[in-house]
DNA sequence: TTCACTATTATGTATATACATGTTCATGTC
DNA sequence: GACATGAACATGTATATACATAATAGTGAA
């Protein structure tokens, strides 16, 4: 492995079967199988990264190459890197680092409520019309339709309905989310790559009125969240929040990340 | 210029007056710095930084390292490297590459629309008790008023209400805001380092059922900003959407910025 | 068995070097 | 004066090397 210079020719490394186009830099390219491997959840949360030298040499090139990605994905917060033992896979956050749209549980517990959910209703179903705009799904796919309802002591907080596709989330067919929350189940489950969020206000319809335990027409904030890994779609989540409850809180910096 | 080594003793680089504290390593000290000149406004968007071998020189350290720092803050996306001529600070972008608030005539503009605006009341005054808690302000400091009202067509879009710190944008007090909004004055004029955002559903009150042609009590989405420079606070605005209008939209990855 | 000490291991930071890649600028020719 | 040519320049990527640091594993003494 001494002075490997520019070859291009030689024996590619052929890090496994990769779906990559041919990328730029080797850099990126390791930066973009590594991370693809991450969010596809081929390497879950936990797993050992292989060492910096052992990537070096299937890559074949030197440690500080391999490093500089691991440290940008360390940054990134897709890794933990601790000496000795190695590089893992870190767990998967609060749903954005970002977009402080964590989990219900803690959101309410940040209230000093004590957080309750029920689940009104929860089927397995074929994806019609209006599951396809909620989430690109091939159609009539199979889908976990849930809907609950999240309460702060002893009042409704908010409501969530929730699709979740079993062709990428298979497990969740045998879950049935009276335990832990749907989200926070997803939160531990599934790695994601992407996720969207729309976010609007409406006057609350009867039924939402009627489970909320609000007037109809009051103003609710509508979250909308529609999440995918690298197989594809992954859920689709509406929460209904009536409007006189606090709002979310987003804080960034110009990149949209702390440094330093 | 040869061989450095850990010298730790010798003539300190002294680069100008820094008020960070001591960081654990050159990288992040380096790092530290050129980011505070630029998010406080030192170095301005379009500032040429000074050149990697120049920093180098300044800090008594290699190229590899300044690069390195470079690099981080290149992906960052708050300088611009362009090769022969040198790194330049950047112009500030959207609001956020991350959520997608962008500036009103944007966002009109996607629409297919003609966006005008109209400034419904301008005053110069000293903070009160209810700026204080839109903005942190040091009590009675002088702040900068804004109402206007932006059209989408010939219909209301939004209500857009700011205050803008004078103390920190002190230009502030020479524009009118009637040619270019507030929004995209302060966007070219000011750089910030954290803006928090806050958003949530009311219903209309009768002054803003008013401006915007709504029913009192229609849905509305509040969207709150408070931005702050590394000199402290800068401004605090407040839109109200009409609920009908579509929301807002914020994609992300999980360590809330693209890689790759 | 337990505790202290040491060696090993994997990452962390920094260096010097080499060459590639685009730009800009100056130069010389027609 | 217009235009092609090439030198100079600043960044971009990668290498080999060195030593620091933290955590683990192993070894030996009390």
């Known amino acids: 492995m001494t002075d490997m210079r520019r070859d291009a020719g030689g024996q590619e490394p052929v890090a496994t079967g990769e779906p990559h186009p041919k990328e730029a830099t080797l850099h990126q390219r390791i930066l973009g199988e590594i991370e693809g491997r991450i969010l596809s959840g081929e390497w879950p949360p936990g797993h050992r990264i292989p060492f910096e030298v052992d990537l070096a040499a299937l890559y074949g090139c ?41 989990d219900i ?60 596709s079993l062709a990428n989330v298979p497990d969740a067919a045998q879950a049935d989310f009276a335990a832990t929350t749907a989200g926070a189940w997803m939160l531990n489950q599934v790695p994601w790559s992407m996720a969207e969020h729309r976010i609007r206000a409406v006057g609350a319809g009867p039924r939402e009125a009627g489970l909320l335990g609000i007037e109809s027409g009051a103003a609710c904030l509508i979250v909308e969240r529609r999440t995918w890994s690298n197989a594809g779609p992954l859920t689709h989540v509406r929460f209904t929040y009536p409007g006189d409850r606090h709002g979310l809180i987003a804080r960034f910096t110009p990149s949209g990340q702390a440094l330093s």
């Open 62 to 102: 030197s440690r500080m190459t391999v490093n500089k990605v691991m440290t940008r994905l360390a940054d990134a917060g897709l890794i933990e890197r601790r000496k000795k033992s190695g590089s893992f896979v870190i767990q998967p956050q609060a749903q954005s680092a970002v977009l402080d749209i964590h």
């Open 105 to 164: 549980a803690d959101e309410v517990a940040s209230l000093n409520l004590t957080h309750s959910h029920s689940v009104v209703s929860r089927e397995r179903r074929r994806a019609g019309a209006e599951d396809m705009r909620r989430l690109d799904l091939p159609k009539s796919s199979a889908v976990i339709d849930v809907v609950s309802l999240h309460r702060a002591g002893a009042r409704p907080f908010c409501l969530e309905e929730r699709i979740i």
